[in-house]
């Protein structure tokens, strides 16, 4: 069963924040936190709330480059009627990342920034011990870390990045870590055809031959292959579980013309684009 306390929010949250302190500095984030008060006396549930806060600091932690910060802050609404508690993060916009917060009463809702991404929880001031306790708990929660599957319209497979990086979870957990950093910077930077290994090699803050060995060892291909290898691997799950034309296709995922972006599809997977699209068009029709 799942209490409700009424207690400090603010030793709270600066209590959970510094306990992240050394995850955060293992993989070179700077974690702060901050608060417009000294001392809040709020009705909360514990439990849920530090399980939506662990999840997505972690998941941040995780997914942004070297020398990124996390800033996690309280303060008071405009009528001192709410708290508002804000997980902001500089370097990438990660509202395109998928389960990055656990889903219960204490959900929060994102926003992109110029340079990163805020996310943003109200927790009301009055009335808080009338909010239902709920004891179920999200199906995500029982799915590896980072695995996502793809296929919902059609049938189901998984990622080839992602399967990578479930693997490495198991006995290389650092160098799982490493990699989803750079899958989640290939991402967030999909469209923008100017992302090359330049540009990732700069995200990571890292040398061009640092890069490319630690890539090398890790899965056999330098860096500018295996950015296009995710773009193709984005292309051919939009072909299958979108309706956009192949044309919004390739330029959603940085291919400069569609002749090329024909060219290497086939290239790796044996069939043109438009083919692919045609033979889709009699199954939304069943």
Same mark, same amino acid.
């Given at each position: ?168 979870? +198991? ?38 031959? +640092? ?76």
């Amino acid at each position: 069963m799942i209490y409700s306390s009424n207690a400090d929010i603010v030793a709270f949250l600066k209590g959970l924040t510094q306990s992240l302190h050394p995850y955060a500095l293992a993989n070179e984030v700077h974690l702060s936190f901050s608060s417009g008060m000294k001392k809040q006396m709020v009705q909360y549930q514990p439990f849920l709330l530090s399980q939506s806060l662990v999840q997505l600091i972690c998941n941040m932690i995780n997914l942004l480059p070297p020398k990124s910060k996390i800033k996690v802050r309280i303060n008071y609404g405009a009528d001192n009627q709410n708290l508002t508690v804000e997980i902001e993060n500089t370097s990438i916009n990660l509202i395109l990342v998928n389960e990055i917060a656990a889903q219960s009463i204490y959900s929060f809702i994102g926003n992109p920034l110029s340079h990163g991404t805020i996310y943003r929880l109200v927790l009301q001031l009055q009335h808080m011990a009338s909010v239902p306790i709920q004891t179920t708990n999200t199906s995500t929660n029982n799915l590896p870390q980072f695995y996502r599957e793809i296929q919902k319209r059609l049938h189901s497979h998984f990622n080839q990045a992602d399967k990578l990086i479930a693997t490495l979870e +198991q006995n290389q957990p650092h160098e799982a870590a490493f990699m989803q950093k750079i899958n989640t910077l290939i991402k967030v930077n999909l469209e923008d055809e100017n992302f090359d290994s330049d540009a990732l090699c700069k995200a990571m803050h890292m040398s061009r031959t +640092q890069l490319f060995r630690r890539l090398k060892s890790l899965i056999r291909q330098a860096p500018a292959i295996y950015i296009k290898t995710i773009r193709l691997q984005k292309a051919k799950e939009m072909l299958e579980t979108t309706d956009f034309t192949v044309s919004e296709i390739a330029y959603k995922t940085g291919f400069q013309t569609i002749s090329h972006f024909s060219k290497i599809y086939k290239k790796q997977y044996g069939i043109v684009p438009s083919v692919f699209r045609q033979s889709k068009k009699p199954a939304t029709n069943e």
